[in-house]
């Protein structure tokens, strides 16, 4: 008689997608993955998120086929958001995904980080939330002439990241799964305002940035503040500016003065 006890994993998209960092919880490798996402402004029009991912020779020897898996699946769910791929070697991408304004880089953030999966049946409705891997980003841009105010509201849902089910045991690891930071480079100065109990940022040396180390298996919360100059703003004073010179060149005074 065939028994009806199997995995509670065993048909999840989220297994096959998460298999070679299962493998390394496994194996009790640590910094098995180093993942860094990026949320990079130039002007409040234009930017782009950032994907750097290198996978450890550990893994790689050790699952060389399933991280190939792992690297293709992300690289494919980066292309459908329009992304550049750069294969920096074997076990090595950069994903770079460019958006046009605040709304479009949270449609498209969401898109790329929202996995949604249909438990199965037999999965307990606790433990089906805890193999859900989930992103909300927000952002409010504020114009106020020449600067724009950008607030930036970011929550990162990585307790997926914390089971490992198998014949219904859970060994809880998640530091030995990824090293994973959230990079926010911006051309002028940035600054957290998160509260004292959420993630805390470490400035960028390189960069006018901030950059935070995420925690495996919990809900990784951000919040921060950055202004950007407005082109508008900045381009209707020079005319305005242009047009009074002229003025002043032509007929020797102020506009308006006798």
Same mark, same amino acid.
């Given at each position: 008689?065939?028994?009806?006890?199997?995995?509670?994993?065993?048909?999840?998209?989220?297994?096959?997608?998460?298999?070679?960092?299962?493998?390394?919880?496994?194996? &009790?490798?640590?910094?098995?993955?180093?993942?860094?996402?990026?949320?990079?402004?130039?002007? *409040?029009?234009?930017?782009?998120?950032?994907?750097?991912?290198?996978?450890?020779?550990?893994?790689?020897?050790? !699952?060389?086929?399933?991280?190939?898996?792992?690297?293709?699946?992300?690289?494919?769910?980066?292309?459908? &958001?329009?992304?550049?791929?750069?294969?920096?070697?074997?076990?090595?991408?950069?994903?770079?995904?460019?958006?046009?304004?605040? !709304?479009?880089?949270?449609?498209?953030? $969401?898109?790329?980080?929202?996995?949604?999966?249909? =438990? $199965?049946?037999?999965?307990?409705?606790?433990?089906?939330?805890?193999?859900?891997?989930?992103?909300?980003?927000?952002?409010?841009?504020? $114009?106020?002439?020449?600067?724009?105010?950008?607030?930036?509201?970011?929550?990162?849902?990585?307790?997926?990241?914390?089971?490992?089910?198998?014949?219904?045991?859970?060994?809880?690891? *998640?530091?030995?799964?990824? $090293?994973?930071?959230?990079?926010?480079?911006?051309?002028?100065?940035?600054?957290?305002?998160?509260?004292?109990?959420?993630?805390?940022?470490?400035?960028?040396?390189?960069?006018?940035?901030?950059?935070?180390?995420?925690? =495996?298996?919990?809900?990784?919360?951000?919040?921060?503040?950055?202004?950007?100059?407005? =082109?508008?703003?900045?381009? !209707?004073?020079?005319?305005?500016?242009?047009?009074?010179?002229?003025?002043?060149?032509?007929?020797?005074?102020? *506009?308006?003065?006798?």
């Amino acid at each position: 008689m065939r028994s009806n006890k199997q995995p509670i994993m065993k048909n999840s998209n989220v297994m096959r997608f998460l298999l070679p960092i299962i493998l390394c919880l496994a194996t &009790l490798l640590t910094g098995c993955v180093d993942y860094q996402v990026g949320v990079n402004f130039a002007t *409040p029009y234009s930017g782009e998120i950032t994907q750097q991912i290198k996978v450890s020779d550990q893994l790689s020897n050790l !699952a060389p086929n399933e991280t190939k898996k792992w690297l293709h699946s992300l690289e494919k769910r980066s292309r459908k &958001l329009g992304c550049k791929v750069e294969k920096l070697n074997t076990q090595e991408l950069m994903l770079t995904i460019p958006f046009g304004n605040g !709304a479009e880089l949270a449609e498209k953030f $969401n898109q790329l980080f929202q996995t949604n999966v249909v =438990p $199965n049946a037999t999965i307990p409705k606790e433990k089906a939330d805890l193999i859900k891997l989930n992103s909300q980003v927000s952002i409010h841009q504020s $114009n106020l002439v020449f600067v724009e105010r950008n607030n930036l509201d970011l929550a990162i849902d990585l307790r997926a990241l914390k089971v490992l089910t198998q014949q219904d045991k859970i060994i809880i690891n *998640p530091d030995s799964v990824a $090293n994973l930071k959230f990079q926010l480079t911006t051309p002028w100065i940035a600054h957290s305002i998160s509260n004292a109990d959420q993630l805390q940022p470490t400035k960028n040396p390189l960069q006018k940035g901030l950059v935070w180390q995420l925690k =495996p298996g919990e809900v990784n919360h951000i919040e921060a503040v950055f202004w950007l100059p407005s =082109p508008i703003g900045i381009g !209707a004073a020079v005319i305005v500016l242009l047009g009074i010179l002229g003025y002043l060149l032509k007929y020797r005074r102020f *506009p308006g003065v006798a």
